[in-house]
């Protein structure tokens, strides 16, 4: 196999528009394989097919799936060298309880009393709102859904997040605001039939490597379509493309705004569409209107012409798909934004066909779960926490009382939790497959919060994350490859991934936690029966399918048998749709029923919610809504102290904080320490060269990274998010080099999705030495 | 006639209710939203002082009104209650401003009136959203 990490895809198999994506199937083992057990890839959104090989009761390997639609065969780097993490020398074995200052080994019983304990004695002094959970995007699908119901049904609190905050917030937020409810529009299919593709914040070539190699191969064969990208970096995605549109950080809206502005002037509207199947026209013109191509070229400091051919672009298109990623979600104004995308799309009638329609894309493998069960921020199955008749129904599902689900405003996002524990009226938090202490902005702030006196910690892990090592419990968990469940990827195709090896130790799976921690705490349901009804992942799966019927999300013709053997399926899955739905809202009926949608929407511009009588009074009943804000300045803005501005962002050879990515040697050896992107003209003003050592600072803290020159436009400097202090010595730490993104980040999220601005900050650059 | 004074009044309660947005985000720096949500505000209370500048010019006369709400508070619920009660007093306010300005035939005033009127109606949903969303915590919890 050729070397992926000289070349991340692989070879090119072309196809034409309209034409089937080639087979190709990557593979990477060491050594022989005994046998070949099913699963995906959990190392970013895409969810491609995988078998894992195992010889001698060990993962040693994996192969692409050639049957399954996401993939037909292919793995990114990732993919191909992430699972040798599972079988590190340092994985986490058994408990640890902090005794004395120190982790310390513990067995299962004892930890896991301790946990019950301080919950038991907290629901009874202070009651549920002391406790918080702050949960993942790569979980599987059971673990979520019993940990919902087990803290909003159980327990009653609403402090249950995920870091799917972080992640595809404002994803799931855009596509309620805009359409009524959670769920991808469009499937990864739709390149295959378009003709346009307007990349918006989004470096598919990094972040989503099959994706990218799904789109290459049909920019490599005949009528490939022509691609726009806006991103404040010249990436790979970039250099492919007729236009690039470069614009400053935090201005999303402005350049979107100005797209629309120059649609509706040119009169490349579909009249039709938008009058029959939208609402918000005449508000949308009005505030877009001053957004011409000049003022837009002075806000986001690229050329007018070069907006004015992008719109162009899209004007003329038949089949036009957009993506959008994290450099909208994380952003400034990021719904109002990742709104405006889906304007654009709107505008010119182009969703719900083949090739036509809008991909408000997740960063993580399983953030779709996170969000459907109830773990992100709403009522599972999308049931709006404002709708009563909603709530009743969840109630019904759970046997509790409705009152005992809070619903009386949304589920604390995750800034507000740690926000709680900062304050001290949550002393109890539960994290569970995340790393904040290297995820979260404003790194100082958040360490000392998770060390805060009063905060009784539980971290759940496979690893001595940065998090954990703040831990008063530590859980050992099980990873992908030792448990069996679901899990759904980015354009709904739902996966199942089979255990194929017994879990190292002491360890077990996240469910098998949740489910202990419900009985030590002896939930019980209205009629005092115990609370959880099942015991195992698929017995919680069927459950599971119950809670979806009739939802956006049905999955109730899935079942673990139907996903074994041949390709995932996309939901939703029923009755109606038993292969499963390639593309929503083909017959542009859009969920914003009252009774139907999963949110009332915001007024995009501040946050403010919507109440049930002012959605009634809008009257979308159907229709589309087309959301309209104006583009304000970010609240840091680079000026004469600080006057670069700050990106972050993922890369091709790691994933989040390389608690997995980090341990696969290829991937380590290839990108093994940060590093701080500056374009040319910006390095000979500073005079760095390549390698010099740096320090960033913003007012918050600083990173010490070596210089790579090239990449963002001027004014801007890059640093990955991948990099904490598990793998380097005390002396590396925070306060010895710092390295962490988010030292230097703010604590700040959108005012819509609640999703913090890492995106925004301002810094300044010297070089050291 | 009397919307001359009542101008001058609303141009007092709208440069209040900027200080007032101002010192409340110092007020609770740590609580982060409120922070940089009140700032923005803010400055979109002055850009509503600007605005009614040369309309209240017009109409001339000075203030005999007063207003309703009372202090800042350093606990974040008591303080969201007043910055709501702020905004609702604006709103209301612009109300009788639009109101008079149908009477007085005056296109110009209307115009900006309703386009006032709705945006610190906005600013009022968005604290009894936070205050919504804060109240349960700081009440039962904390």
């Known amino acids: 196999m050729a070397d992926r990490i000289a070349d991340p895809w692989g070879p090119r198999t072309p196809y034409p528009q309209g034409g089937d994506w080639p087979v190709r199937v990557d593979e990477y083992t060491d050594g022989p394989v005994d046998r070949w057990v099913q699963s995906a890839c959990v190392l970013c959104s895409h969810g491609c097919a995988l078998d894992i090989g195992v ?124 359409f009524g409810c959670d769920g991808q529009p469009n499937g990864v299919h739709d390149i295959e039939y378009c003709d346009t593709i307007l990349h918006v914040g989004i470096n598919t070539a990094e972040t989503q490597t099959v994706l990218w190699m799904h789109e290459l191969d049909r920019l490599r064969g005949a009528d490939p379509p022509r691609t726009i990208v806006i991103d404040p970096r010249e990436t790979e995605s970039a250099r492919e493309a007729q236009v690039h549109l470069a614009i400053k950080p935090g201005t999303n809206l402005a350049v979107l705004n100005g797209l629309a502005q120059q649609l509706i002037e040119n009169d490349c509207i579909d009249r039709e569409f938008v009058d029959v199947n939208t609402i918000g026209f005449d508000a949308l013109e009005k505030t877009v209107s001053s957004y011409t191509p000049e003022r837009v070229a002075e806000i986001c400091g690229v050329a007018a012409a070069d907006v004015r051919r992008a719109a162009e672009i899209i004007g003329e298109a038949e089949h036009l798909l957009t993506f959008v990623l994290q450099g909208v979600y994380q952003s400034h104004q990021a719904t109002a934004s990742a709104c405006a995308a889906n304007n654009v799309n709107l505008l010119r009638g182009m969703i719900g066909r083949p090739g036509a329609g809008i991909l408000q894309m997740n960063g993580q493998p399983t953030a779709q779960n996170t969000r459907e069960t109830g773990c992100n921020g709403d009522l599972p199955a999308f049931r709006n926490w404002q709708n009563e008749a909603h709530v009743a129904e969840l109630a019904g599902l759970w046997n509790v009382e409705p009152l005992q689900i809070p619903h009386w405003g949304p589920p604390t996002h995750a800034m507000e939790i740690f926000r709680y524990a900062e304050q001290g009226s949550i002393e109890f938090l539960w994290v569970i497959g995340t790393n904040p202490a290297v995820s979260l902005p404003e790194l100082h702030r958040i360490r000392s919060i998770l060390s805060r006196e009063g905060l009784f910690l539980v971290v759940s892990d496979a690893f001595l994350s940065e998090t954990a090592r703040l831990a008063d419990v530590v859980l050992p968990a099980a990873i992908w490859g030792e448990k069996t469940g679901t899990f759904t990827n980015t354009d709904r195709t739902v996966h199942l991934s089979e255990q194929a090896v017994q879990p190292p130790g002491d360890v077990r799976s996240d469910i098998e936690t949740f489910l202990d921690y419900a009985q030590r705490l002896d939930l019980r349901d209205k009629d005092g029966q115990p609370l959880v009804k099942w015991s195992t992942p698929e017995e919680c799966f069927e459950a599971w399918k119950e809670c979806t019927r009739g939802r956006p999300c049905d999955y109730t013709g899935l079942s673990y048998e139907k996903l074994r053997g041949g390709s995932g399926i996309q939901w939703p899955c029923n009755d109606e749709a038993p292969d499963g739905t390639e593309r929503l809202y ?21 946050g403010a919610t919507f109440s049930e009588a002012e959605f009634k009074a809008l009257g979308p009943q159907g229709r589309a809504v087309l959301k309209a804000a104006e583009w304000t300045p970010p609240h840091e803005w680079a000026g004469d102290e600080y006057p670069f501005a700050l990106a972050t962002g993922r890369t091709v050879y790691h994933f989040h904080t390389r608690t997995k990515t980090g341990r696969a040697p290829e991937l380590q050896a290839a990108a093994p320490d940060a590093w701080v992107e500056l374009c040319a003209k910006d390095a000979e003003r500073l005079g760095v060269s390549e390698g010099d050592m740096l320090r960033v600072s913003s007012p918050r803290g600083s990173v010490e990274a070596p210089a790579r020159v090239g990449g963002p436009r001027e004014g801007v400097v890059f640093i990955p998010f991948h990099y904490g202090y598990w793998d380097v010595g005390d002396e590396a730490g925070p306060d010895g080099r710092p390295r962490a993104a988010n030292e230097l980040t703010m604590t700040i999220w959108d005012p819509v999705s609640k999703q913090p601005q890492l995106k925004t900050a301002a810094v300044k650059v010297e070089k050291l030495g | 006639m009397r919307i001359g004074p009542l101008l001058a009044h609303l141009r007092e309660l709208e440069a209040g209710v900027a200080a007032e947005l101002r010192a409340a985000a110092e007020r609770h720096r740590d609580d982060h939203d409120v922070y940089h949500q009140c700032h923005t505000f803010a400055v979109t209370a002055d850009k509503r002082v600007q605005k009614l500048e040369p309309l209240a010019e017009r109409y001339g006369g000075k203030s005999t009104w007063k207003s309703a709400v009372g202090d800042g508070s350093d606990d974040l619920l008591e303080d969201l209650r007043s910055l709501y009660l702020r905004a609702q007093e604006s709103a209301i306010t612009w109300v009788m401003v639009m109101q008079a300005a149908k009477a007085a035939r005056d296109q110009e005033l209307l115009t900006l009136a309703t386009e006032c009127q709705s945006e610190t109606e906005v600013q009022a949903k968005w604290f009894m959203t936070r205050i919504k969303t804060g109240a349960p915590q700081a009440l039962v919890v904390a």
Not at chain 1, 97 to 113: K, T
Not at chain 1, 595 to 606: K, N, P
Request: some cysteine; aromatic content about 8%; charged content about 25%.
């Open chain 1, 55 to 178: 010889r001698d009761g060990k993962i040693v390997g994996v192969r692409g799936r050639e049957v399954d639609r996401v993939n037909h065969g292919r793995l990114g780097p990732k993919g191909l060298y992430g699972w040798q993490a599972n079988n590190s020398g340092d994985r986490l074995l058994h408990p640890l309880v902090r005794r004395d200052g120190e982790l310390r080994e513990a067995s299962w019983d004892e930890a896991m009393d301790l946990v019950a304990e301080r919950s038991r004695e907290l629901l009874a002094t202070k009651g549920s709102g002391a406790l918080g959970f702050y949960t993942t995007g790569q979980l599987f699908l059971e673990d979520y859904y019993t940990l919902a119901l087990i803290a909003r049904g159980g327990i009653g609190t609403n402090h249950l997040d995920g870091n799917t905050r972080l992640c595809t917030a404002t994803a799931g937020q855009a596509l309620k605001e805009t």
């Open chain 1, 586 to 606: 083909t017959d542009l009926t859009f969920p914003t029923f009252p009774e139907i949608c999963e949110d009332y929407g915001h007024d995009v511009q501040t």
